[in-house]
């Protein structure tokens, strides 16, 4: 054992970090989680959507920008995690009507992978950029969801809690390391 700066080193940390990096960053990786998605029980993976998305966008809902969504289903595809979450809007609040591995019916589709997604949130790039990259891609109502799009693009980055921003940075920072 050396010590540096009044800080103990283990010659084997790096060893175990370089190690142990790639198998976490499988275990992390989207279609893993995708996976585990359907582990969780129905009613708690909407129940946690729901309350995420109606606390983070309270602002914009209580606004009315989502309005538009009311009595229609948008569903948004994580093409990586292989995992299709169905919103909707009703009562001035978000609902999910379901989260899973397979498409099902909706108004208008949303499709993007896990990356630009994180960067979407992060407002790293915006919808319009992805969409005529082709990385974010639309189906359905196009109206509808060229809408949605276009209201992802208005949102204040101040309204998603900085907790979620960090937790969403080294995720993308786990899964965009190439294995070794």
Not at 62 to 71: Q, S, V
Not at 93 to 122: K, P, Y
């Amino acid at each position: 054992m050396a010590e540096s700066a009044g800080v103990l080193k283990f010659p084997f940390a790096d060893h175990l970090k370089s190690a142990l990096l790639p198998k976490f960053a499988s275990l992390l990786a989207p279609n893993n989680v995708g996976s585990c998605v359907g582990w969780v029980p129905q009613r708690v993976n909407r129940k946690v959507i729901e309350s995420v998305l109606n606390r983070v966008l309270q602002e914009q809902v209580a606004d009315g920008d989502f309005d538009y969504l009311t009595g229609k289903w948008l569903q948004v595809e994580i093409r990586d995690a292989r995992l299709f979450v169905t919103l909707g809007f009703r009562n001035g609040q978000f609902v999910c009507r379901e989260v899973v591995r397979q498409a099902s019916e909706a108004n208008a589709n949303l499709s993007v992978m896990t990356v630009d997604a994180i960067d979407m949130v992060q407002h790293k790039v915006d919808p319009d950029t992805l969409f005529f990259q082709r990385k974010l891609t639309i189906g359905g109502d196009t109206e509808l969801a060229h809408h949605v799009k276009n209201t992802l693009d208005t949102l204040d980055p101040e309204a998603i809690p900085k907790l979620v921003l960090i937790l969403l940075q080294h995720y993308q920072a786990i899964i965009s390391r190439p294995a070794i």
